[in-house]
Protein backbone atom coordinates (compact mmCIF):
# COMPACT_ATOMS: atom_id res chain seq x y z
CA UNK A 1 0.00 0.00 0.00
CA UNK A 2 3.14 2.23 1.14
CA UNK A 3 4.80 1.54 -2.54
CA UNK A 4 1.05 2.24 -4.48
CA UNK A 5 0.63 6.03 -2.21
CA UNK A 6 4.36 7.24 -3.16
CA UNK A 7 4.15 6.32 -6.81
CA UNK A 8 0.53 7.86 -7.01
CA UNK A 9 2.48 11.16 -4.95
CA UNK A 10 4.86 10.62 -7.93
CA UNK A 11 2.57 10.38 -10.89
CA UNK A 12 0.99 13.56 -9.22
CA UNK A 13 3.84 15.61 -9.11
CA UNK A 14 4.59 15.22 -12.28
CA UNK A 15 1.39 15.83 -13.71
CA UNK A 16 1.67 19.18 -11.90
CA UNK A 17 4.91 19.75 -13.17
CA UNK A 18 3.25 18.62 -16.98
CA UNK A 19 6.05 15.83 -17.72
CA UNK A 20 6.67 12.08 -16.94
CA UNK A 21 8.31 11.43 -13.73
CA UNK A 22 11.98 10.35 -15.70
CA UNK A 23 12.09 13.57 -17.35
CA UNK A 24 13.10 16.59 -16.74
CA UNK A 25 11.87 19.90 -18.25
CA UNK A 26 13.79 21.44 -21.00
CA UNK A 27 12.82 24.14 -22.02
CA UNK A 28 12.50 28.03 -20.36
CA UNK A 29 8.60 27.94 -20.70
CA UNK A 30 8.77 24.38 -18.50
CA UNK A 31 11.02 26.05 -16.13
CA UNK A 32 9.28 29.06 -15.57
CA UNK A 33 6.03 27.37 -15.30
CA UNK A 34 7.49 24.92 -12.53
CA UNK A 35 7.09 27.44 -9.71
CA UNK A 36 3.56 28.05 -10.40
CA UNK A 37 2.93 24.81 -10.79
CA UNK A 38 4.24 23.48 -7.65
CA UNK A 39 3.02 26.41 -5.88
CA UNK A 40 -0.78 25.20 -6.99
CA UNK A 41 0.03 21.82 -5.80
CA UNK A 42 1.09 22.98 -2.71
CA UNK A 43 -2.08 24.96 -1.97
CA UNK A 44 -4.19 21.78 -3.19
CA UNK A 45 -2.27 19.67 -0.54
CA UNK A 46 -3.44 22.41 2.15
CA UNK A 47 -6.69 22.65 1.08
CA UNK A 48 -7.37 18.67 0.81
CA UNK A 49 -5.13 18.71 4.64
CA UNK A 50 -7.29 21.32 6.05
CA UNK A 51 -10.58 19.20 4.78
CA UNK A 52 -9.27 16.12 6.43
CA UNK A 53 -8.61 17.43 9.49
CA UNK A 54 -11.92 18.97 10.10
CA UNK A 55 -13.51 15.42 9.65
CA UNK A 56 -10.56 13.49 11.06
CA UNK A 57 -8.76 14.23 14.68
CA UNK A 58 -4.80 13.61 15.30
CA UNK A 59 -3.85 10.56 12.64
CA UNK A 60 -5.44 13.13 9.95
CA UNK A 61 -3.07 16.19 11.20
CA UNK A 62 -0.22 13.51 11.00
CA UNK A 63 -0.89 12.80 7.52
CA UNK A 64 -1.31 16.60 6.71
CA UNK A 65 1.61 17.33 8.54
CA UNK A 66 3.80 14.18 6.23
CA UNK A 67 2.07 15.78 3.27
CA UNK A 68 3.35 19.21 3.92
CA UNK A 69 6.74 17.71 5.08
CA UNK A 70 6.68 15.73 1.70
CA UNK A 71 5.52 18.64 -0.59
CA UNK A 72 8.79 20.43 1.37
CA UNK A 73 10.96 17.71 0.40
CA UNK A 74 10.12 17.05 -3.25
CA UNK A 75 10.15 21.19 -3.75
CA UNK A 76 13.92 21.27 -2.38
CA UNK A 77 14.88 18.22 -3.75
CA UNK A 78 13.67 19.81 -7.44
CA UNK A 79 15.46 22.73 -6.36
CA UNK A 80 18.57 21.39 -6.01
CA UNK A 81 18.45 19.03 -8.96
CA UNK A 82 17.59 22.41 -11.36
CA UNK A 83 20.32 24.25 -9.60
CA UNK A 84 22.59 20.98 -10.18
CA UNK A 85 21.14 21.31 -13.89
CA UNK A 86 21.71 24.76 -14.49
CA UNK A 87 25.64 24.66 -13.67
CA UNK A 88 25.95 21.21 -15.63
CA UNK A 89 24.21 23.77 -18.74
CA UNK A 90 26.42 26.73 -18.06
CA UNK A 91 29.30 24.32 -17.81
CA UNK A 92 28.94 22.82 -21.35
CA UNK A 93 28.00 25.98 -22.61
CA UNK A 94 31.48 27.82 -22.00
CA UNK A 95 32.70 24.62 -23.12
CA UNK A 96 31.14 25.18 -26.20
CA UNK A 97 31.94 28.76 -26.95
CA UNK A 98 35.88 28.04 -26.04
CA UNK A 99 35.21 25.12 -28.87
CA UNK A 100 34.07 27.60 -31.12
CA UNK A 101 36.54 30.21 -30.76
CA UNK A 102 39.21 28.04 -31.46
CA UNK A 103 37.78 26.68 -34.43
CA UNK A 104 37.35 30.17 -35.84
CA UNK A 105 40.84 31.11 -34.73
CA UNK A 106 42.01 28.18 -36.83
CA UNK A 107 40.35 29.15 -40.23
CA UNK A 108 40.62 32.70 -39.71
CA UNK A 109 41.30 33.97 -43.52
CA UNK A 110 44.96 34.49 -44.45
CA UNK A 111 46.50 37.84 -43.94
CA UNK A 112 48.57 39.75 -46.84
CA UNK A 113 51.61 38.61 -44.77
CA UNK A 114 50.63 35.54 -44.84
CA UNK A 115 50.28 35.88 -48.20
CA UNK A 116 53.52 37.41 -49.06
CA UNK A 117 55.47 34.59 -46.99
CA UNK A 118 53.50 32.45 -49.69
CA UNK A 119 54.56 33.97 -52.50
CA UNK A 120 58.59 34.08 -51.54
CA UNK A 121 58.33 30.54 -50.63
CA UNK A 122 57.10 30.26 -54.30
CA UNK A 123 59.28 32.09 -55.87
CA UNK A 124 62.27 29.82 -53.92
CA UNK A 125 60.45 26.36 -54.75
CA UNK A 126 60.29 28.15 -58.66
CA UNK A 127 64.00 29.73 -59.06
CA UNK A 128 65.20 25.70 -57.24
CA UNK A 129 62.66 23.44 -60.05
CA UNK A 130 64.53 25.68 -62.80
CA UNK A 131 68.13 24.78 -61.11
CA UNK A 132 66.96 21.14 -61.04
CA UNK A 133 65.86 21.44 -64.71
CA UNK A 134 68.82 23.37 -65.83
CA UNK A 135 71.19 20.55 -64.56
CA UNK A 136 69.15 17.77 -65.53
CA UNK A 137 69.62 18.29 -69.46
Do not use: C, K
Amino acid sequence: MEVDRHAREDMGVARILGRPVDESPDTATDRERAPDRLRAAVERTFAEAIDSATQGGERTRERAQELVDDVVRRGQEASRELARRSQDAREVSSSLAQRAVEAVQDIRPATVEDLREINVALDDLRHRLAALERESR
